[in-house]
Every structure is written in C-alpha cells, then in structure tokens.
C-alpha cells in the first residue's frame, strides 16, 4: 500500500503540474469579471499537487506492515450498491423518477442504516416527494413519469 500510495502522488503532482502549466496559458483576468477561466484550474491544481505532497510525505513515513485494502465482504457490498445503482438508472424510464427514487432510497436505507421497514417507508416517500417537488415543480425540469405517472 505505500508503494502505491508514494505512485499514485507521483502521478497526481505530475497531473497538477500540467494542469497548472496549461491555466497559465488562459487568461488570468476578463475585463469587468475580476477572475478569468484561468484562475479556478490554477488553484484545483496547486491544491492537488498540496494533497499529493502530503500523500507522499505520509506515505514514506509510514512503518506500520501493509495490510489489505478490502476484504471480501466488503467488495460484495460495494457490488450490491453498484447494482442497486444501476437498477436505479434502468427503472427510471419504467416506473418514473418518483417510485424510482423511492425504491433506490428504501433499499440503501434499509442496507446502510438497517431500520425497520416503516422508517425505510417512510424516508423513501420524504425523499422522493421532495426530489419531485423541488426538480419538477419549483426547477421545472422534465423528469421522466415512468408507466405510474409519478
């Protein structure tokens, strides 16, 4: 785990260099705003090439034996998400945003927070309700209706 940790902010400061080096090549300043397009990609840059100093600097002071990353239960749950994601993104065309919403809301509360049944109810129609309210009504963004209507 060092070892990748000391690659990984190796490529990191690399990455911020270069981003770094081309936001230098945008203009610093538009007249009238204060701030050009170049001044945000500048700093995300140096704050990443600040992260990936400290990664490294941790990284080679670490003397704890390297243990394992994940362990089998753990990438299992990571799967179980992933496909309850995945789920999400195909039901929202069927059952519409609302009752999407809601299963995916019920399921994680259910898997993440494992409260009864009726907590899990009731946080899946609070979310989705208020999902619904704020995109469709108060954004009016067209948001899929599915065969429900909801």
Do not use: H, Q
Not at 3 to 18: D, Q, R
């Amino acid at each position: 785990m060092k070892k990748i940790n000391l690659y990984m902010s190796i490529v990191l400061s690399a990455l911020s260099v270069f981003v770094m080096v081309e936001s230098k090549k945008m203009p610093a300043e538009i007249a009238g705003l204060g701030m050009g397009p170049g001044v945000l990609p500048f700093w995300l840059g140096a704050g990443i090439l600040l992260l990936s100093i400290i990664l490294a600097v941790e990284s080679l002071l670490d003397k704890r034996s390297p243990k394992k990353v994940f362990n089998i239960s753990e990438i299992k749950n990571m799967g179980i998400m992933f496909l309850a994601l995945v789920l999400y993104a195909i039901s929202v065309d069927l059952f519409g945003f609302g009752i999407s919403t809601l299963l995916l809301v019920f399921f994680l509360v259910r898997r993440l927070g494992k409260y009864a049944w009726w907590k899990c109810g009731t946080i899946g129609v609070i979310v989705s309700s208020v999902s619904v309210y704020l995109f469709r009504v108060l954004l009016e963004m067209p948001l899929p209706t599915g065969i429900v209507g909801f």
